[in-house]
């Protein structure tokens, strides 16, 4: 199982190539997958909710997805999350410990007669967990 220190750890490695990642003890080495045939984005699941997804052509770290609450089949993550991110369970609470985000997006109608879902906010990572992040 995964857990709150990880997560960090990838945060603060993201950048880093797929090998460097795997000789370091940092991710498992497991065979990067296409989700899709056209992706541009190898990915890798090292827990189940968890996602890592690389870069097609240089195979470094872009981007940390985490499934917290069930959607469509996709599996949950039931580890622990770093502080303070564990006590934020809603878009009330994010926004009361980290302000009003930097970009916004409302829930959109899915097609397939999925119905309307998601939205989301960005805001900027803490600076000491990564110059560039965004959240």
């Known amino acids: 199982m995964m857990d709150a220190l990880a997560i960090k ?28 045939e056209d992706s541009n984005w190898p990915t890798m699941q090292p827990v189940e909710g968890v996602e890592l997804l690389f870069s097609d052509t240089t195979t470094s770290l872009k981007q940390i997805l985490i499934t917290l609450i069930p959607t469509v089949g996709q599996p949950v993550y039931a580890g622990g999350l770093p502080s303070p ?42 600076s000491e967990w990564h110059p560039n992040a965004k959240l």
């Open 9 to 36: 750890l990838w945060v603060k490695n993201l950048g880093l190539g797929f090998t460097e990642l795997v000789a370091e003890g940092k991710i498992p080495n497991q065979p990067l997958v296409k989700s899709f």
């Open 85 to 126: 991110f564990s006590l934020m369970i809603n878009q009330q609470s994010v926004r009361s410990a980290l302000g009003e985000p930097m970009d916004s997006r409302g829930r959109a109608r899915l097609p397939g007669g999925l119905g309307i879902r998601g939205g989301w906010d960005a805001y900027k990572l803490f």
